[in-house]
């Protein structure tokens, strides 16, 4: 299992450096608009060996024209772990509910804890000063909380595992654009079954 081999921070993964090599790889030929906002660590003890390990073996097989454009990083994966971890870990929920919870990531920041956003947003799922203090939406165990806890008190009973996951995603976030979340379901669910933190 991939994730046995996650065994220590690398010291060159910081999420700067993931942040600079994404931006020069995605603005080659194209003018700068705005700033991007900075973007910083998911995980407080950095990058793994396993999260490299991961984005090796999922980049370039995720969804053509989706919102990752087929590539991930270690970064990313990073992110996303942070995010399972939690949901598995801490809540004792099922994989649904992770998968869930990344596609909303996906969409809302591209698996980055970004600092800035849209208005207040902030954090990997783009939380706005309503969801709470900005240092627990930076915090991506507790933006992740914060996720969980408004999605089971929106579908009490576990009515969150039959809805479709663009709908369960749109009724926690209330996005403008609630047609972005379900197509980036597919993808959401390959990056967590490769974390290795749910059984196959």
Known sequence: MVAALVCGSLAAGSA????????????RGHRAVAA?????????????????QIAARLDGTLRPGGAMATRITPYQVSCARMVVRTIKDLWQLEKHAAVIAI????????????????????????????????????????????????????????????????????????SAFPERYQPEATDAE??????????S
């Open 103 to 174: 596609t909303t990531a996906i969409v809302e920041s591209h698996v980055q804890n970004l600092d800035g956003g849209t208005g207040s947003s902030v954090g990997v799922f783009q939380q706005t000063d309503i969801w709470g203090p900005r240092e627990d939406r930076l915090d991506v165990e507790r933006s992740t909380d914060l996720f969980i806890d408004a999605m089971l008190r929106m579908f009490p009973g576990g009515a969150w595992k039959n809805r479709p996951i663009g709908e369960v995603c749109q009724k926690v976030q209330r």
């Open 16 to 27: 700067a450096a993931a942040a600079e090599a994404g931006a020069a790889a995605s603005g």
């Open 190 to 199: 390959k990056i967590v079954s490769a974390l290795g933190i749910y059984p």
């Open 36 to 52: 991007a906002p900075p973007i910083l660590d998911c995980d407080p003890g950095g990058l793994t060996v396993g999260d490299q």
